[in-house]
């Protein structure tokens, strides 16, 4: 076993940090119903924290296109401005909060990703798949795997190929800044 040593809080703050979920076997709820809980909880817990304010370089990445946050937004937004249940009206929007994190594409669905592309924008998103992995299952409709994502992105009409260049090169380059030392 790995043992972290820990670091003072001034060299995390700029770190990048990836929140994937571990595996859970339970009566209560699949597998991939675990994922996307898990990193539903992770997003909205971040955002009612301090962790931004104290820490504005930290870069986060929620695996799974973050949960199911990016489709319960207008929930999200009403819970942040109510002030009955614990919100200011003169609060920041939460789409601008969600920008704070990055997202990965590992979604299975186009509809899903087109979605979360035009929420947080291309710029927030990493290419990811999980391909093999659990979502190879062949999509009878179109005959590829739930999780080729390479081509749905590819064929995705509103992206510009910056975009795309983006979400498969460049935002990767972006969280992860010191890739530089280790790529031509």
């Not at 209560?28 to 955002?47: D, G, K, N, Q, W």
């Amino acid at each position: 076993m790995r043992t972290v040593k820990p670091r003072p809080a001034h060299q995390a703050a700029s770190e990048s940090i990836h929140i994937h979920s571990a595996g859970c076997y339970s009566d209560r709820e699949t597998y991939s119903e675990h994922f996307v809980t898990e990193e539903s909880i992770a997003i909205l817990a971040m955002l009612r924290s301090e962790v931004f304010t104290d820490f504005p370089s930290l870069r986060v990445m929620i695996s799974h296109g973050g949960g199911s946050v990016p489709y319960q937004v207008g929930r999200w937004q009403a819970e942040v401005l109510h002030p009955g249940l614990g919100g200011n009206p003169d609060s920041e929007r939460f789409e601008t909060s969600l920008r704070r994190f990055w997202f990965d594409t590992v979604l299975h669905y186009p509809p899903s990703l087109e979605l979360l592309l035009k929420l947080v924008g291309p710029d927030r998103v990493l290419f990811g798949t999980e391909k093999p992995g659990s979502g190879s299952a062949p999509n009878p409709e179109t005959g590829l795997d739930f999780d080729d994502i390479k081509p749905v992105i590819e064929g995705f009409d509103f992206l510009t190929d910056a975009d795309r260049k983006a979400v498969f090169e460049d935002n990767a380059r972006a969280f992860f800044p010191g890739l530089k030392n280790h790529l031509a």
